[in-house]
């Protein structure tokens, strides 16, 4: 605290006749005082979505915007550069982010606890803790949730197939899984159809083990069994590392998974069966079960699997003042981090604007930067940008489209942890 912000400090007690924590005053330092937006906002979720619309709501909003975060974990775990967690590259525990700023730094109440239903009519959500929250809007950000596999074994074995696509204790188990690894062993890893969370994430993950099997166990294979038609982000990028970089990675297309032995390790698939030591299955997805179990249409896209909304508020299609935001929505946007921090700022303005009896932005913009490590020291990356188009009332490519880098390299590399550090400090702190 400089002595400027002191003197502020003993000014606003002394005009509030209050005598005020420190830390309450140096939070209300960074959220503007009343904007002329008032109400109660209560978000679901505090991964990336969630996190980022209490901030901006508050930030934005001013101190009449009261924003409540719900969520289960007291401390979020990054998915990504969870892959590098698997490789022995980086650590969970520095992948971990907590709740502390958001209160302190931005006046946002946390509740360590889940939502189990939401009443529309009365505006208020229960909670798994047995208490209620009344809004006046609601934002869902909690996520995807995994289709169920057919997996046929012992308990014992059935076990070890894990996703890893929610980074926590399944990360933990597929690095134990990966490190007892041999040079004769094979990885395999089964990509769902599209669309799932981080279109490039299972292609750089197969770059990351395939380069750790090299480098430190001097041998071993990875074979990717995608469902989709071809790679599906940075097809230049990855195809080059397939053939070129990693040349003990066997990309295999139109792989449906039709179901895993895991007690011989066999992965049966549409185009033939394959065998592994590690199989890393990641099964489709879906928005998280408070949006497709609620019972009140919110899954509503063209699937059932997905949150219909409308892309200049993000406010559900089905029930009026929720909004759905990150993985759970249905747009031609990517389900990835960086584009569901650009989607909690759009709705977060739509909401205090709202608030202030404004219309919403007509023209929101959002944008999505992707790095992927291909080695433990190159990295390329993936960039697009988003328009919303008033005609198809959704948003589309802006400008160049999608871009891959030029190359893969380690300048690359740098950026990205540039990047990432930006990105959870504009999301957390
Ligand atoms: C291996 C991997 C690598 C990735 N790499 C990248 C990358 O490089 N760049 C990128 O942009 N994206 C990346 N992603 C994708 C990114 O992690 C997700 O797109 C992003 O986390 C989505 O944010 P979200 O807020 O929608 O969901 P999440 O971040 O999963 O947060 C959802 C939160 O909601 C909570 N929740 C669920 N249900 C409830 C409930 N009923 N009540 C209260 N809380 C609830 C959950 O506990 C969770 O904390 C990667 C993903 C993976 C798996």
Partial sequence: MNRRDFLRYLSMGAAAGLTLPLEQVLAAAAVPGNTGANGRVVVVGGGMAGAAVAKYLRLWGGTGVKVTLVEPNAIYYSNIFSNKVLTGDTTL??????YTALKKN?????????VTAIDPTSKQVK??????????????????????????GTIGNKAKIVHAWQAGPQTVSLQAQVKAMTNKDTFILTIPPKPYRCPPGPYERACVVADYLTRVKKGGKVIVLDANNGILAEPNNFGKAFTSIHKNITYVPNAILNSIDADTGTVNTAVGSFKGKVINAIPAQRAASIITQSGLGLANDTTGKWAGVDLLSYESTAVAKIHVIGDSHASGQPKAGHIANAEAKVCADAIVRAMRGESPNPNPRTNSA???????????????????????????????????????????????????????SDTFA
């Fill in 93 to 98: 525990a520095k992948l971990a982010y907590n």
């Fill in 106 to 114: 931005y006046g946002i109440e946390v509740k360590t606890t889940s």
């Fill in 127 to 152: 909670l798994a803790d047995g208490g209620t929250l009344p809004y006046e809007h609601l934002v869902l950000a909690p996520g995807i949730t995994f289709d169920a596999l057919s997996v046929s």
């Fill in 370 to 424: 992707c790095y992927t490590p291909i080695t433990k020291t190159t990295a390329s990356w993936l960039s697009v940008a988003f328009k919303y188009d008033p005609a198809l009332k959704t948003m589309v490519p802006a400008g160049a489209g999608v871009v891959e880098s030029a190359t893969i390299n380690k300048d690359n590399y740098e950026e990205m942890n540039k990047w990432f550090s930006n990105l959870m």
